[in-house]
T-cell receptor, first 114, second 110 residues
C-alpha cells in the first residue's frame, strides 16, 4: 500500500529539548516537503527536498532543519524547540501527475512545546 | 501577489443542500489543485485542473477552472455528512511548490 508515515503522531516536549519527527514514503518519489498547519494561517511550507542530498527552504524555515540522506526518508529536526513551534506538522510526498505535482500527505504530528 | 483567495471561509448547510467554494487569483494560473481535509485528518488530493474552462466531475463533486484561468470552483450537490471537512485549493508555484488557499470549512447538519 502506497503511504507516507510520520512518527510520532503526538508529542509534548519542553523548550530547548531537541527532537526529530520522522517521515517515510514507499512510493519512490523524489520530491518531499514539510508543512506546518496553524489555525487561520493554513498550510505553510517549512522545507522541501527535490532529491537525495538536495533540500531548500520553504516559507517558514526558521528553527527547523531537515536532511535527506536516502530517498524514502525526510526527517524534520527541531534543535531547540520553542512554544511558537507548537503546531500540527505534515510531511508530504509528491508525485508527478499528468500535468503537475500531486501531494500525498502523512497523517500528521501534533507537537506541543511548553 | 501569488496568493489564492478562497471564499467563503466557513459554510454551514443542511444535509441535502448544495455547497460551492471559490478560489480566486489575481494572476493567471498554470493549474489549480483541490484537496479535502477531514476533521482530525490530513489533506487528501482530490483533483487537478489545467485547461481553461475545464470541468471535471467526481460523483457529486464538480470542479471548474475559469476561462481566464484566474479562478476555480468546487460544487457539491446534495451534501452529505461525509462531506464535512475543509476544502483547500492550491496553485503551482516555483520548484514544485504549492501555494495554498486558507480553505473553506464545511459543516453539514444531518
Amino acid at each position: 500500500e502506497a503511504q507516507v508515515t510520520q512518527n510520532p503522531r503526538y508529542l509534548i516536549t519542553v523548550t530547548g529539548k531537541k527532537l526529530t519527527v520522522t517521515c517515510s514514503q514507499n512510493m519512490n518519489h523524489e520530491y518531499m516537503s514539510w508543512y506546518r498547519q496553524d489555525p487561520g494561517l493554513g498550510l505553510r511550507q517549512i522545507y522541501y527536498s527535490m532529491n537525495v542530498e538536495v533540500t531548500d527552504k520553504g516559507d517558514v524555515p526558521e528553527g527547523y532543519k531537515v536532511s535527506r540522506k536516502e530517498k524514502r526518508n525526510f526527517p524534520l529536526i527541531l534543535e531547540s524547540p520553542s512554544p511558537n513551534q507548537t503546531s500540527l506538522y505534515f510531511c508530504a510526498s509528491i508525485r508527478r501527475g499528468q500535468a503537475g505535482y500531486e501531494q500525498y500527505f502523512g497523517p500528521g504530528t501534533r507537537l506541543t512545546v511548553t | 501577489g501569488q496568493q489564492v483567495m478562497q471564499i467563503p471561509q466557513y459554510q454551514h448547510v443542511q444535509e441535502g443542500e448544495d455547497f460551492t467554494t471559490y478560489c480566486n487569483s489575481s494572476t493567471t494560473l498554470s493549474n489549480i489543485q483541490w484537496y479535502k481535509q477531514r476533521p482530525g485528518g490530513h489533506p487528501v488530493f482530490l483533483i487537478q485542473l489545467v485547461k481553461s474552462g475545464e470541468v471535471k466531475k467526481q460523483k457529486r463533486l464538480t470542479f471548474q477552472f475559469g476561462e481566464a484561468k484566474k479562478n476555480s470552483s468546487l460544487h457539491i450537490t446534495a451534501t452529505q455528512t461525509t462531506d464535512v471537512g475543509t476544502y483547500f485549493c492550491a496553485r503551482a508555484g516555483n520548484n514544485r511548490k504549492l501555494i495554498w488557499g486558507l480553505g473553506t470549512s464545511l459543516a453539514v447538519n444531518p
